[in-house]
C-alpha cells in the first residue's frame, strides 16, 4: 500500500515523494462537541481523510493533525469562558432558544487566533526548511479561516503555496465546488449537522451514532435544521470524491506551471 503519513515514512521514502510532489497536506481539527452521535475529532478526522484521498491522486506528505485551534469567545457560564458553538441557543437556526449558552462538554481545543497563527508560522517553518514548496490546509473552519486571512503572508514569509478545500480566488470571483456538491447530495447541514456526519460516514462510518439523536432533536450544538440522519456513506463518499478532484487539479496544475 502507497504511504502517505509523514510520521511513517523512512528517508528515502521521504525523498521520493518530496521529490515527486513536494506538497504537505496539514489537517487542522479541533477536540470539539459535534453533538451526541459524532466524534470530537470530526473536524481533523474528515480532514485528515479528505487529504489522504488528495495525497493519493496528487502526490504529497500528510501530516499529523493539529488539534488547537481559534474560534469566537462567546462570554462565559458559571465562571467559565465559553467558545464557538458553547453559544448556540438554537435561535441561530430555528428561531427559538432551546438552550442556554453553556459549556458543551468534552470540548478541549480553543487558543486565540493569535497563538493560533504563531503555531501555524512554525509549522510552516519547518515544512519551508524540510523542502516543501507548497501546503493543502483542511479541517475546523475558523482554524482554515485564519490561514487564509492570512494567506499572502503566509506565503510570501516562507516561501509556501497554500492550498485549502474550499476554494480559490480567480480574476476577482471566488470558484469553489460547493454548489456542485449541494445539488448533488441535497446535504445543507451545518456544524455537527448532515454534512459533517456525511463526511464522518465516509471515512470512518462506525464512529457515527445516529440512535444517539433519538428525541434529541433539534439538538444542542448541532448547526442547521436539516437532521444528520439525512446523511449516508454514499452521499459522504460523493462530497469528499468531488472535493478530492478539484484540489488535486488546483495542485497538480500548479506543479505542471512552475
Known sequence: MEKILYAELTPQEFRDRLNARPVAYLPVGTLEWHGE???????????????????????????????????GPVGEAGGVPLYGMDGWTGEQDWGKKIREP??????????????????????????????????VVEG?????GNI?????ELEKKHGLKIFNCWGYSQDGKWVS???????????????????????IM????????????????????????QH???ATPKK??????MTRDFVAEQVIRYFTKS
Open 236 to 241: 459522504g463518499r460523493v462530497m469528499m470524491d
Open 140 to 144: 475546523h473552519g475558523p482554524s482554515v
Open 202 to 225: 465516509a471515512f470512518r462510518p462506525e464512529l457515527v451514532r445516529l440512535d444517539r439523536l433519538e428525541g434529541r432533536w433539534p439538538a444542542a450544538g448541532v448547526g442547521g435544521t
Open 102 to 135: 453553556g459549556r458543551l462538554e468534552g470540548s478541549a481545543y480553543w487558543q486565540p487566533d493569535d497563538h493560533f497563527m504563531l503555531q501555524i508560522n512554525d509549522i510552516f517553518a519547518q515544512l519551508a526548511r524540510a523542502g516543501f514548496k507548497a501546503v
Open 177 to 199: 465546488i460547493a454548489k456542485e456538491i449541494a445539488e448533488a447530495t441535497g446535504i445543507t447541514g451545518g456544524h455537527g449537522g448532515s454534512g459533517e456526519t456525511a463526511g
Open 37 to 71: 452521535h459524532l466524534p470530537f475529532g470530526t473536524d481533523a478526522l474528515i480532514g485528515h481523510g479528505l487529504l489522504s484521498d488528495i495525497a493519493r491522486k496528487a502526490g504529497g506528505i500528510v501530516l499529523p493533525m493539529v488539534f488547537m485551534g481559534p474560534d
Open 228 to 230: 444528520p440522519n439525512f
Open 148 to 152: 487564509i486571512k492570512h494567506g499572502d
